[in-house]
């Protein structure tokens, strides 16, 4: 399940729909990002999250579908928020379910390393200083990197 949306989440029951009524998941893994207070040493109080809903959509589908062609998975899922949203906020939600625990950690690695990289997100934080549009990080391209050549 993919879903791009401005309103939070309920973690706890987006992990209890991988596994209700199939006794095949052996286990789930996930990973929620939140909105930090700081970045790179300066205070936030807010970050605005902009996308082009078809391109982002049709984006995090190839992003899944990689994903269930490297694991055996059962099924997973993928939420990203867009808009205003403040320190604290759930920013994402990935998770993958498979009959074993090595398939859900690597995928639900992949699937948070992949969206850093190449998820159509423009990223703009504000603080008492003003705003700033976010970057890349050199980590998260090292992530991807080691996901293209195959060391995780």
């Known amino acids: ?10 973690v706890g029951a987006e992990l209890e729909r991988l596994s209700r009524d199939n006794a095949s998941v052996g286990g789930v893994c996930a990973f929620v990002g939140l909105v930090r207070d700081m970045a790179g040493g300066a205070p936030v109080t807010s970050m605005t999250l902009e996308h082009y809903p078809a391109m982002t959509e049709r984006q995090l589908h190839d992003i899944d579908t990689e994903a ?3 694991w055996p998975l059962i099924d997973t899922v993928i939420i990203h928020r867009f808009g205003r ?7 994402v939600l990935v998770a993958a379910a498979s009959a074993h625990r090595d398939a ?6 992949f699937l948070i390393d992949w969206l850093k990289t190449r998820a159509p997100f ?7 200083d003003g705003a700033r549009w976010v970057d890349a990080l050199a980590a998260d391209d090292a992530a ?8 995780d």
């Open 1 to 10: 399940m993919i879903r791009i949306q401005q309103q939070d989440f309920d």
């Open 68 to 70: 269930r062609e490297r």
């Open 85 to 91: 949203l403040h320190s604290g906020d759930r920013i």
């Open 104 to 109: 859900a950690f690597g995928a639900c690695r």
């Open 122 to 128: 423009w990223k703009r934080e504000e603080g008492p």
């Open 144 to 151: 991807a990197a080691r996901w293209r050549a195959g060391l």
